[in-house]
Nanobody, 116 residues
Framework: QVQLVESGGGLVQAGGSLRLSCVAS????????MGWYRQAPGKLRELVAL???????NYADSVKGRFTISRDSAKNTVYLQMNSLKPEDTAVYYC??????????WGQGTQVTVSS
């Protein structure tokens, strides 16, 4: 069982930056993928960014060039650096850890609000 705790959300003006953190209770080495998703009011949860155990990373087209996912395995922590934020980035951001065929773990979410 892995528990994920997100932090770093908040209110920021358009053009600003935030860094989200996701601390895992267990080792992230065994995870097949870890990533960030977001859900805006009235919309489906969508992928923002993820990286796989193989080392590849993927980003939603809407955040490419602005967001960067990274990890510190020693701290069992995944980060999402968000720059040049836009009002449409407003959402609850969730951390996810995936063990293929076994389990998908979610954090409780952290609110990001970008004002225009």
């Amino acid at each position: 069982q892995v528990q994920l705790v997100e932090s770093g959300g908040g209110l920021v003006q358009a053009g600003g930056s935030l860094r989200l953190s996701c601390v895992a209770s267990g080792s992230i080495f065994s995870m097949d993928a870890m990533g960030w998703y977001r859900q805006a009011p009235g919309k489906l949860r969508e992928l923002v960014a993820l990286f796989t155990r193989g080392g590849s990373s993927n980003y939603a087209d809407s955040v490419k060039g602005r967001f960067t996912i990274s990890r510190d395995s020693a701290k069992n922590t995944v980060y999402l650096q968000m720059n040049s934020l836009k009002p449409e980035d407003t959402a609850v951001y969730y951390c996810n850890a995936l063990e293929i065929g076994i389990a998908s773990y979610w954090g409780q979410g952290t609110q990001v609000t970008v004002s225009s």
